[in-house]
């Protein structure tokens, strides 16, 4: 008999109602069963919506006998006591990145769940697109033989017109800024295919000082748009094999090229990229070259392909992520990704800022 289906609750309304509510729909093994959000009047607007129930308060959420699972896709600052109160609670977990505003935070989430032997999953959702899966199979069979250089440029425009709006993403104290943004995802890529990041150091830089409010005025943005890091790879976690990395992210660079990851090594080389801003599976092409030949592209293998498709290309990712966290609460095994990723990611992103000579 098949089992019945997880109860999965969604705290946040944007990304939360966007991606992750249809990607859980099209699950077997999780069935939406609630939604959360602090202001009554937005969660009745999408309860209505969706034929669900809501909660505004999260005391109430948690003590809600059908929710099992909570996918937490809030804004970063209240992320880590949202999570912990859920942990004590005993409710699995799938967070949006980062998992916390600092690495002591996402430990802390990484504890409390061993010891509550629960499943907690970070949504690093390049991990589960074709592409990226085959660029990991190439470059562990020996594509490009031992990496020597890694370059990842990420140069976005979403905040490049001044006229957008002040938001938590203009407050570093509340998890905005670049590097929360993509540098989160950039470190877990690259640990991931590469290797551990270690020496991590950068040149930030806030291009858009202010952004106007709501009421007309104009407030200060201290969060930063562009972050210039060097880093160490340990290719495959050897400490014998260091691999120097450049990683570029900006939120402002009008016309930008996107997201292109280069891998150049002892056989060959690796090209990873998609120019399209919005869309994180459509517009990827994967390129390989071994040593003296010209790039050639490569196609996804058959078994990495979606069963499911979206216009909306993030969903399709977002629930692979979903199926295997289904996968780690019934069967107990860990999940990856999940906390141990999330503080990794974490650790490397704090350097970036600890670290950063500031230019605004």
Same mark, same amino acid.
């Given at each position: %008999?098949?089992?019945?289906?997880? !109860?999965?609750?969604?705290? *946040?309304? !944007?990304?939360?109602?966007?991606?992750?509510?249809?990607?859980?729909?099209?699950?077997?093994?999780?069935?939406?069963?609630?939604?959360?959000?602090?202001?009554?009047?937005?969660?009745e607007q999408a309860c209505s919506t969706h034929g669900l129930p809501g909660h505004s308060d999260w005391g109430a959420l948690l003590a809600d006998p059908a929710v099992e699972a909570i996918?937490?896709?809030?804004?970063?600052?209240?992320?880590?006591?949202?999570?912990?109160?859920?942990?004590?609670? *005993?409710?699995?977990?799938?967070?949006?990145? @980062?998992?916390?505003?600092?690495?002591?935070?996402?430990?802390?989430?990484?504890?409390?769940? %061993?010891?509550?032997?629960? =499943?907690?999953?970070?949504?690093?959702?390049?991990?589960?697109?074709?592409?990226? %899966?085959?660029?990991?199979?190439?470059?562990?069979?020996?594509?490009?033989?031992?990496?020597?250089?890694?370059?990842?440029?990420?140069?976005?425009?979403?905040?490049a017109d001044a006229s957008r709006g002040w938001n938590w993403y203009s407050q570093a104290s509340e998890g905005g800024g670049v590097i929360g943004a993509l540098g989160t995802h950039a470190m877990?890529?690259?640990?991931?295919?590469? *290797?551990?990041?270690? !020496?991590?150091?950068a040149l930030n830089a806030t291009s858009i000082l202010e952004r106007p409010l709501g009421d007309g005025g104009m407030a200060a943005v201290d969060s930063e748009d562009v972050s210039l890091i060097q880093a160490r790879l340990q290719w495959q976690g050897?400490?014998?094999s260091t691999v120097p990395a450049q990683i570029n992210l900006a939120s402002v660079a009008r016309n930008g090229r996107g997201c292109w990851l280069e891998v150049y090594g002892s056989e060959?080389?690796?090209?990873?990229? =998609? @120019?399209?801003?919005?869309?994180?599976?459509?517009g990827f092409a994967l390129q390989h070259a071994a040593a003296g030949e010209a790039l050639r592209p490569i196609e996804a293998d058959a078994d990495?392909?979606?069963?499911?498709?979206?216009?909306?290309?993030? /969903?399709? @990712?977002?629930?692979?992520?979903?199926?295997?966290?289904?996968? =780690?609460?019934?069967? *107990?095994?860990?999940? /990856?990704? !999940?906390?141990?990723?999330?503080?990794?990611?974490?650790?490397a992103c704090d350097q970036a800022a600890q670290t950063a000579t500031r230019h605004a």
């Open positions: %008999m098949t089992a019945r289906p997880i !109860g999965v609750a969604i705290a *946040g309304l !944007g990304f939360g109602e966007k991606v992750h509510l249809p990607a859980l729909q099209a699950n077997a093994d999780l069935t939406p069963v609630a939604l959360w959000h602090p202001r009554p009047a937005r969660l996918v937490i896709a809030t804004p970063p600052a209240p992320r880590h006591e949202l999570a912990r109160q859920a942990l004590l609670a *005993g409710k699995h977990l799938l967070l949006e990145k @980062p998992v916390a505003l600092q690495a002591d935070q996402a430990r802390d989430l990484q504890r409390l769940a %061993m010891e509550r032997q629960l =499943s907690v999953a970070v949504n690093y959702e390049y991990r589960a697109v074709p592409l990226f %899966m085959q660029a990991e199979r190439l470059l562990r069979a020996g594509a490009v033989g031992t990496p020597w250089l890694v370059k990842l440029d990420w140069l976005m425009s979403s905040r877990d890529i690259l640990a991931w295919l590469i *290797g551990p990041l270690s !020496g991590v150091q050897r400490a014998d060959g080389c690796l090209i990873l990229g =998609s @120019p399209n801003q919005k869309d994180y599976v459509h990495l392909a979606f069963e499911t498709t979206w216009a909306d290309g993030r /969903i399709a @990712p977002v629930a692979r992520v979903q199926g295997w966290w289904a996968e =780690s609460i019934r069967s *107990g095994r860990p999940m /990856i990704p !999940g906390l141990a990723e999330g503080v990794a990611s974490r650790l």
